[in-house]
């Protein structure tokens, strides 16, 4: 154990125990997300603590939505304003789909498995950081009837609080490494990422704060998010959110190598 | 969590999760290495009366049948090697039965994201699991990679001092030829005739023939996953992954 701390029998049980809460609690968003309950996620695994839920935070490639709010409106409203879009289109080319409630997310299929999960607690018990890679795909039906299948991989950072003796989402990062059509050949896509039709970022849109965190193009290996190291007890310096990025010593093209470097 | 446990009972129902774990660990190794046939014994409740094994498009209901299942997996198993045994006599020729069996199918069900929760009377637990899978078995057009993306969805329960499997559901989002896309038709490969008897390869009869999920295509609507297991006092008092 990295943490000087030492614990008695039933702290080291709890703690045991919260990291399998905390990874059940990872894996249920990974359900949610299979089954759309964007809504239900932010309220059933993320926090409810007011203050908590001022810091939140949820960052992707090119920046974060901070606060709840915030969140809720990319995250739920904004993706339901999308898809309720997408049904209109579907339908105008395919009157037989009807543009009702009922087949809101019809064709559509999101699978973001985690693996790899690497949970590290905080000495005081009262937060966690996880990580996690996933090999996730998206897809979407498309109005000339097939569907657009799109890979995923990516990195899932999240800093764990406990409210109540249950553990929930307080500030997560999903940071994706490639997104490449499926039957494909990934290696000759565009060499530098394109922001404008990438659809991650698209679908991202303008975070409350707009910054590139994890550039794609040489910096697969930038560390962004971090692998969490034992801490004991929770500070910024630490954190998945805003106020805890670090720009990475090895950036752009001073990394002389990357994504279709030959 | 609802009930509050002891550190007793904690470390006692963070060990029987391990082992809810390790039995689908190795419920994919028996698959991965063909043992498809060792499953039931090794696995399955020899209590449970309304055992049931479910897969997309129907269930095996009760013992007999569930074993007919994984004999009938052992059987093509065999077919399969003796098809590639006629097909490559060079290499296969001189092997026995016994050596040849298990050469051709690679099922790869690697099982991630668990859920699960164990009744607070003990005797029951549920579980559910992502599967990021592949087969590649040899088919009537011969050797074809598989894509298969879905959920293992177990009810268990726990006899003689084990956990065992009393309701199996293994169903997929994703079926597709490896390179292929999941959005597209499917472009099969052309049968080959040395394999024609995979093509005319039958399972048994599904004890209940229904649809239980839908292969993803694009005119599929929102079709959610199994249900994410929940706390629970006894097994009468939740849901069931056994089909009806």
Redesign the interface.
Known sequence: MANSRQYTDEELIQRVWDVEEIKKLIHKRVIYIANEMRKEELNDLWVQDPEHKKTASFGRNTGYYTGMDAIYDYYVVHHQNEREEQLKKLHAANPAIADIPQNLHIGCLSSHPVSTGLVELAGDGKTAKGLWYAIAQETEAQPDGTGKALWMPEKIAVDFVKENDDWKIWHIVVSTDLVSEAGEDYSEQEVYHNYETNPVDVEFGTPTIAKLIHNTDFNWWDNYPPMPEAYETFSDAVSYGPEGYVRPALYGLDSKEGRNFR | ?GKTYS?EE??SR?ED?RYMKNLMGKYANCVILNKEHEIFDRFWSKKEENLCLSFNDGAYKGAEAIKAYYEAEYRRNDLVAHLLQKRFPEKLGSLSDEELYGIGPFKVKPM?????EIAEDHQTAKG?W?C?GAYNKVEGCGPVARWT?GYFAVDFTYEDDEWKIFNLMYVN??DCIC???????EKPYPPLPEFQELADFKYPEYSVKKTIRLL???????T??PE?PVPYRTFAETFSYGIC
């Open positions: 969590m550190t904690l470390v963070w999760q991630s994201c668990p859920i699960i559910l992502y990021q993306w989002d994703i390179g292929q896309s999941w959005g597209k038709e993803y295509a694009p005119d599929r609507v929102l959610k996953a994410i």
